[in-house]
């Protein structure tokens, strides 16, 4: 866990990252959701060895599910415009 200001999650956002292992069961899946600041269109999820997925925002939050058994190394805040 990261803690951050608040001024600093105003400014960049803030994600949690749930992860659920498929060893014998189902298969893996990864949730991330995400708090953004204002202006924020998109989010681009960056995992090394994975392609990176773009997710919409909407009302400055976005959520994403996939079969990623990683956590993101970066989010990265796509602007309007």
């Known amino acids: 866990m990261t803690c951050a200001t608040v001024a600093r999650v105003l400014k960049h956002g803030l994600t949690s990252t749930f992860l659920r ?11 991330i959701v995400g708090l953004v600041p204002d202006g924020a269109a998109r989010v681009r999820v960056l995992t ?12 400055n939050v976005f959520v994403l599910h ?3 058994p990683e ?6 805040l796509l602007r309007r415009g």
């Open 66 to 68: 996939d079969r990623v």
């Open 71 to 76: 956590p993101p190394e970066t989010v990265e």
């Open 48 to 59: 090394p060895r994975y392609p990176p997925a773009v997710v919409p925002v909407r009302r």
């Open 21 to 31: 292992e498929g060893t014998h069961g189902p298969p893996a899946v990864r949730s």
